[in-house]
Nanobody
Framework: QVHLVESGGRQVQAGTSLTLSCAVS?????????VAWFRQGHGEEREFVAA???????????VYADSVKDRFTVSRDNAEDTVFLQMTGLKPEDTGVYYC????????????????????WGRGTQVTVSS
């Protein structure tokens, strides 16, 4: 069984930065997994934010939603089995519960984007951005 625990969410002012962490444990390792961040605003569907594929992925580049590209950075610490989401230039529309999710190595970047591709999820951490 795989466990994911998110942390770092809090209320911040627009324009500031925040880093979320996702600690992965259990019968897997971050270096051999695809890990993604999704978010869900109140009354909205869960949407893709960013993802990083396994360590041996040929492309070896994270994937981002257009709405966060150039503002958010996803990174991985294999030694700590932790994935981070660095968020800068936060906007009120970034408000929501942020979830991390894990799956075996994805065969393509498109497979990283769909929530249905991920079997393991954390409980989420709330990010609130005030204007």
């Amino acid at each position: 069984q795989v466990h994911l625990v998110e942390s770092g969410g809090r209320q911040v002012q627009a324009g500031t930065s925040l880093t979320l962490s996702c600690a992965v444990s259990g019968r897997t390792y971050v270096r051999s997994s695809a890990v993604a961040w999704f978010r869900q605003g109140h009354g909205e569907e869960r949407e893709f934010v960013a993802a990083v594929n396994w360590d041996g992925w040929v492309g070896d580049k994270p994937v981002y939603a257009d709405s966060v590209k150039d503002r958010f950075t996803v990174s991985r610490d294999n030694a700590e089995d932790t994935v981070f989401l660095q968020m800068t230039g936060l906007k009120p529309e970034d408000t929501g519960v942020y979830y991390c999710a894990q799956r075996p190595p994805a065969p393509s970047n498109s497979a990283l984007l769909r929530p249905s591709e991920y079997a393991n999820w954390g409980r989420g951490t709330q990010v609130t951005v005030s204007s």
